[in-house]
């Protein structure tokens, strides 16, 4: 388990009003507090020794923000070293990373007496509230990409008095949401309590006496409902690329394949290694956010390389990931097919990628944002599901076209 798994399950007790220092399971009493302090000060201790994080930063914040909610004292050290972290003028922290860390600071700033740690929070907390309200104006109310949203918007709703006396513009910030079709269960986690104004920092604020009595609902059987996944899709010709010239024997092999219009580049892998397995052979694990690529023609991404797998389109990277097949648009057709070359990069602490509407992105490193995910996932791909990577564009009133779209996939440090 790392921290952040410990730290989501602490979150989860204390939202059910469940003591998280008294786990009962297999016959044994666990003290989660007690693992998740350890934990933590294992990240730090690396942090301070090396300059990063066991983990990732993503993590340390949501570890910072269960010991705070927690009460159990151990949340100012981490919580001094995540400012510091956000005032580096060298740190270029995605928008879930310094989102989550802002959650975790504005729950330390509440409850420290310490003078010096209180500046140093808020100048912080002023920092990134700021930051926020500048993308989501740049942005035309989008903060980071969709999947940063949820996130973004409960730092915001919890860092109100950092940023007064400046206005936020919150109406158009959720009419961004409220336009996308959310399908991932995470992604859902995070925005609702936004939409609701709320914030993780209300996890422990629950008055569990009053709903200790409480009978659960009875619940509405749900029928499946026919969308705009049963349409028939015309076919989408894909050109689907692998590169690597980092590590070991360096390869470039491409294939050809045609899947249905709305497939996802998880589909397209899959067609190409049906094609042909010892070429383009790949192997995923499940986490929180849905399957991750880990590995691609028998290369893996590399926790002491900090190495990854990265998708792009058109030289960009991916703005969502790849499993789940949604079409683009309103009434469009889909067009052409998708170009996927992957490659092999190195990848630098705290560095994220600009995120476009393009395409989405998928890599491997040592520097996870979803604390959930192996050391080796991206610091920015819990944001970027790989199930969600759609394989075409629909254009309204376009009709189907032979011309490929390029979306490269490569293995980077």
């Keep these: 388990m790392t921290s952040g798994q410990a730290a989501l ?13 008294s786990v009962h399971a297999l016959d044994q009493t666990l003290d989660l507090i007690s693992v998740l302090q350890e934990k933590t000060d294992e990240e730090l201790a690396k942090l301070e020794a090396e300059g990063v994080p066991k983990t990732t930063l993503f993590s340390m914040g949501l570890d910072t923000l269960a010991l705070c909610l927690a ?31 802002a959650l975790a600071l504005a729950c330390v700033h509440n409850y420290t007496e310490l003078q010096d740690v209180r500046e140093l929070l808020r100048e912080a907390l002023w920092t990134v509230s700021n930051s926020f309200l500048d993308e989501q104006k740049e942005g035309n109310g989008m903060i980071g990409n969709i999947y940063s949203m949820g996130l973004a918007l409960q730092a915001l709703e919890a860092t109100r008095k950092f940023y007064a006396p400046r206005k936020w513009d919150c109406a158009q910030a959720f009419s961004v949401v409220y336009a996308h079709d959310y399908q991932q269960p995470m992604a859902i986690a995070q925005v609702l309590p936004a939409l609701v104004g709320r914030s993780y920092l209300d996890a422990a ?38 590169t690597n010239t980092l590590r070991g024997t360096h390869f470039n ?43 691609i023609h028998g290369l893996a991404g590399s926790t002491e390389d900090r190495t990854y797998w990265q998708f792009l389109s058109a030289g960009k990277p991916l703005d969502e990931g790849g499993g789940e097949a949604q079409g683009w648009g309103r009434g469009g057709a889909c067009g052409g097919g998708l170009h996927a070359p992957a490659s092999l990069i190195p990848l630098l602490q705290g560095l994220a990628p600009t995120n476009h509407t393009t395409g989405s992105t998928s890599r491997l490193s040592s520097a996870p944002t979803d604390a959930t995910k192996t050391p080796r996932t991206p610091p920015w791909s819990n944001k970027l599901p790989f199930q969600h990577v759609h394989l075409c564009v629909c254009v309204p009133g376009r009709k189907h076209s032979s011309h490929p779209f390029h979306l490269p996939s490569r293995l980077i440090p």
């Excluded at 602490?10 to 469940?18: E, F, H, I, T």
């Excluded at 159990?72 to 989102?99: F, I, M, N, Y």
């Excluded at 200790?212 to 349409?231: I, N």
């Design 9 to 21: 399950h602490v979150l989860a007790l204390l939202s059910s009003c469940q003591d998280p220092r």
């Design 71 to 101: 009460k159990a004292g151990g949340a100012q050290g981490p919580s001094v070293a995540l400012a510091r972290q956000v005032l580096s003028p060298e740190s270029h922290l995605s928008v879930d990373t310094r989102a989550m860390v």
């Design 253 to 295: 092999c491409s294939t050809s394949v045609v899947v249905r219009g709305g497939s996802t580049l998880l589909q397209v892998m899959e067609a190409a290694a049906e094609k042909n397995a010892e070429t383009f052979s790949f192997t995923t694990e499940q986490t929180s956010w849905g399957p991750y690529v880990t590995s």
């Design 205 to 242: 604020g629950l008055d569990c006496a009053a709903t200790k009595d409480m009978s659960p609902r009875q619940h509405r059987p749900v029928f499946p409902m026919m969308g705009r996944r049963g349409l028939f899709k015309p076919p989408v010709h894909v050109t689907y690329t692998i």
